[in-house]
Structures are given as structure tokens and as C-alpha cells.
T-cell receptor
Framework: AQSVAQPEDQVNVAEGNPLTVKCTYS??????LFWYVQYPNRGLQFLLK??????LVKGSYGFEAEFNKSQTSFHLKKPSALVSDSALYFCAVRDPSGNTPLVFGKGTRLSVIA | GAVVSQHPSWVICKSGTSVKIECRSL??????MFWYRQFPKQSLMLMATSNEGSKATYEQGVEKDKFLINHASLTLSTLTVTSAHPEDSSFYIC????????????FGQGTRLTVV
């Protein structure tokens, strides 16, 4: 069975500082990994994905994530946080075999303080 | 990018009535759509997987007679909450994936349902 763990409920960072939102996964075989962001009362917006290839994936709004197979992690990063980055972030995994749904972590609330 | 439109964005209904939520893929054909439910400050819980032209597959614990899902075309899936009760109040989100099934899923903006 697939699962995703986001160990932090809340991450606080000062504007301009680098940010990291952690994610670890458990899946048999090679996973498809995703990050989504959710603003209040809105659906999820896709940020980036890892399917194969380069372990460092660059996505929307300056975000990037690094796939680390040995540590089964896919942490989301941004070199310089903006106040507008404050939102709820979800890591998700999907079994690449078949048309399977995404399995989400519980989410991490990011607060960027001016 | 691919756009998924969900309607309505919010709805208030009386107990005992039914509410229909629509999910449309605007610029691609979605052979598969997923319906999620999200409780406050919690993650998304998959309710069902909907494939065009066939019956939806419901997750364990989700009442299929209460949450009716129809996926009659490649661009439209509907979720009907029948005989709604206050405990059905929640944020419902749909997502869609295109024919290849290899891409990320695209999400609607969600529907806030309040049953009074």
C-alpha cells in the first residue's frame, strides 16, 4: 500500500529565507510523486512532479523538490520565501501501474512572516 | 494547462434535500475522475473513482447510495449528495486525468457544502 508522511503540521519561515516542507513516502516500485498547494476554500494547484530522470525537479512559482530514493523523501524547497507562499501544501504519491488515484499526505501549513 | 471546473463553489441546502455537484474538464478529455472529501484542517479523503461510461468504484466506508456519481461523458462527472444531513457538510473536490493516465491530476476549485 502506498502512503505519504508529512511530519510537520506547520512550518514558519521569515520572508526572504529559504523554506523546506518535508515529505517521505512508502510505495512498492518506482513512485510518481507530486506537490500541490491549496489556498483557503480553493481546490489544489499543481506545483511539480517527479516521474523519472533528474532527481531535482523544478516547478511553479520558484519551487523545487529533490527526489531521494535512499531516504524515500521528496522535500519541497524554495530559496527565498514570499508572504504570498503562505498556504497549505500537500505531498502526494501515485502507483505508476494503472490509472490509480493520488494518495495525499495530511498537509503542512506554511506561514511566511514579513 | 489543463483546466477542471467545478460548480457550484458553495451551496447551502436543507436537511433531506439532494445536491448535485458538477465537475468538467474544459480542455481535455477525462476518462477518469476522482472525487475527494476534505474535512477542516485535514487531508483529502478519496471517495470514489469514476470512469467514463461505467459505474464508479467507491472507497470502503463511502455509501454509494448516498453519494451518487455519474460520469456520462468524457468531460463531465457529477456527484449527487442525496438526502443530505448536517454531517455531510464538507468541502468536496474533484480531479480529472486525461486519456493517457500518465500525467498529474488536475483539480477543480472545490465545493463547500453546508447542510442546515
Amino acid at each position: 500500500a502506498q502512503s505519504v508522511a508529512q511530519p510537520e503540521d506547520q512550518v514558519n519561515v521569515a520572508e526572504g529565507n529559504p523554506l523546506t516542507v518535508k515529505c517521505t513516502y512508502s510505495v512498492s516500485g518506482n513512485p510518481y510523486l507530486f506537490w500541490y498547494v491549496q489556498y483557503p476554500n480553493r481546490g489544489l494547484q499543481f506545483l511539480l512532479k517527479y516521474i523519472t530522470g533528474d532527481n531535482l525537479v523544478k516547478g511553479s512559482y520558484g519551487f523545487e523538490a529533490e527526489f531521494n530514493k535512499s531516504q524515500t523523501s521528496f522535500h519541497l524547497k524554495k530559496p527565498s520565501a514570499l508572504v504570498s507562499d503562505s498556504a497549505l501544501y500537500f505531498c502526494a504519491v501515485r502507483d505508476p501501474s494503472g490509472n490509480t488515484p493520488l494518495v495525499f499526505g495530511k498537509g503542512t501549513r506554511l506561514s511566511v512572516i514579513a | 494547462g489543463a483546466v477542471v471546473s467545478q460548480h457550484p463553489s458553495w451551496v447551502i441546502c436543507k436537511s433531506g434535500t439532494s445536491v448535485k455537484i458538477e465537475c468538467r474538464s474544459l480542455d481535455f478529455q477525462a476518462t477518469t475522475m476522482f472525487w475527494y472529501r476534505q474535512f477542516p484542517k485535514q487531508s483529502l479523503m478519496l471517495m470514489a473513482t469514476s470512469n467514463e461510461g461505467s459505474k464508479a468504484t467507491y472507497e470502503q466506508g463511502v455509501e454509494k447510495d448516498k453519494f451518487l456519481i455519474n460520469h456520462a461523458s468524457l468531460t463531465l462527472s457529477t456527484l449527487t449528495v442525496t438526502s443530505a444531513h448536517p454531517e455531510d457538510s464538507s468541502f468536496y473536490i474533484c480531479s480529472a486525468r486525461d486519456r493517457t493516465g500518465n500525467t498529474e491530476a488536475f483539480f477543480g476549485q472545490g465545493t463547500r457544502l453546508t447542510v442546515v
